[in-house]
């Protein structure tokens, strides 16, 4: 049989053949005034991923090399910040500032649990002190979502400074950075925003600035002040091939309409919670978001095994579980460059791969109940 590939997790996750193509073009050096316009108008354009105003710096690193910088940037060393840990990004977040011998102080939530505004509230009264405090919009090892806007109320008002990763949420949930008042934003290019892993970008506000200022920590290749210095110029050499792809990415994402892409990921998301309950399996997460849909292994199943037979047997890339989930759940990625037809072939794969591990489901249903969420959301538009 002849065997596709579809690539179904949250990161990293398909390239649109126009971005790879635009990948290939000749490399130019990074210092001709050619490859600084193309970076500046990049960089300018970037700013509607983020719904900002404020400039956007991109990094030669995968999302985590924005998430220290952000720890490294606004921070001093014994800096008290509050950090949520409720999945794998939120205990990044937490080695990160640990590393950099900040004073965490965690919020720490089941996995698939969700912060919320009254939580942050607690903590910031309880902490006078802190002077950051750094969320994951969507955490993706749990497929679940937080209400950042609500989030954002919060600290508006305050002196903290609201950090949030946003490297699978960016395209995949409204963000309104500017609207809804996120001081630190930060993403990477392997999720919502169909690029190869390489890039990270990150944009802060006047209030973020304020503490970048007064920031002790050591850092160099990280530094935001040469980056603000020097923009849009880059202080280093940029990923010169990723910009170009970056900057067509960005085009694709502009024709398309950023409400269109939150509404594209919450359709898809929609359609895979629909199948799986179909077929008798419970959602992971207590809020699920529109990365990526976690669900629970059904008892008697090996999840591990799930997961390599849809790779290595039908071609289709779905995630396990990470950490003490790991062979309990498996996530199935709404995330980025896919259509209706690719969360169908997904659903359709899950069916094979149950039957054929002893959980019996009929064959169409899961299927079915995602045609019925995409007909009346896209066939009846
Ligand atoms: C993918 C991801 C990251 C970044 O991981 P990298 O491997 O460094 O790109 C960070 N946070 C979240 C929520 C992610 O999904």
């Known amino acids: 049989m002849i065997k596709k590939n579809y690539l ?15 990948g290939a073009r000749e490399t130019i050096h990074h210092r001709t005034p050619q490859f600084v316009s193309i970076l500046e ?12 105003k404020n400039n956007v710096f991109a990094f030669l690193s995968s999302g985590t090399g924005a998430l220290e910088a952000a720890v490294a940037n606004l921070l001093s060393p014994g800096d008290k910040a509050i950090i949520v840990e409720a999945g794998k990004f939120g205990e990044r977040w937490r080695e ?39 969320t994951t919009y969507s955490e993706t090892s749990t497929g679940t979502v937080i ?22 949420a960016l395209l995949a949930e409204p963000l309104k950075t500017d609207e809804w008042g996120i001081d630190v934003v930060v993403t990477g290019s392997q999720k919502g925003l169909m690029l190869p892993p390489g890039l990270a970008l990150i944009t802060l506000n006047e209030k973020a600035w304020k503490l970048v200022e007064q920031s002790k920590n050591s850092k160099y290749y990280f530094n935001l002040k040469a980056y603000r210095k020097s923009y849009p110029d880059n202080p280093w050499t940029p990923g010169v091939n990723l910009i170009y792809m970056l900057r ?40 699920p978001g529109n990365v990526a849909t976690a669900v629970k292994v059904p008892e008697g199943i090996d999840g591990k095994k799930l997961t390599k037979i849809m790779r290595d047997k039908y071609g289709v890339t779905i995630a396990g579980g990470q950490a003490h989930v790991k062979g309990k759940i498996f996530r199935i990625s709404t995330l980025g460059y896919l259509s209706i037809f690719d969360t169908i072939t997904g ?21 079915k109940a995602a045609q019925e969420v995409l007909f009346k959301e896209v066939g009846q538009q």
Not at 16 to 22: A, H, R, T
Not at 147 to 168: H, Q, Y
Request: proline share 4%; net charge negative.
């Open 248 to 287: 067509k990415a960005i085009k694709l994402v502009k024709d398309e309409g950023i409400e269109n892409i939150w509404e594209r990921h919450r359709v898809l998301a929609d359609a895979t919670r629909s199948a799986v309950k179909a077929l008798g399996l419970e959602l992971f997460s207590k809020r």
């Open 41 to 52: 108008e990049t960089l300018e354009e970037a700013k509607y991923l983020f719904q900002t």
């Open 147 to 168: 209400d950042l806007e609500g989030i954002a109320k919060v600290t508006r008002n305050t002196d903290v400074v609201l950090v949030t990763d946003a490297v699978s």
């Open 347 to 367: 659903i359709a794969a899950l069916e094979f791969v149950l039957n054929e591990l002893g959980y019996k489901v009929e064959f169409g249903k899961g299927v």
């Open 96 to 134: 990160i500032a640990e590393a950099y011998n900040v004073n965490v102080v965690s919020i720490k939530l089941e996995w698939g649990e969700a912060v919320t505004p009254e939580q942050i509230k607690k903590a910031i009264e309880d902490n006078p002190d802190a002077k950051v405090v750094f």
């Open 8 to 22: 179904l997790s949250p990161g990293p996750t398909p390239v649109p053949f126009d971005v790879l193509l635009e």
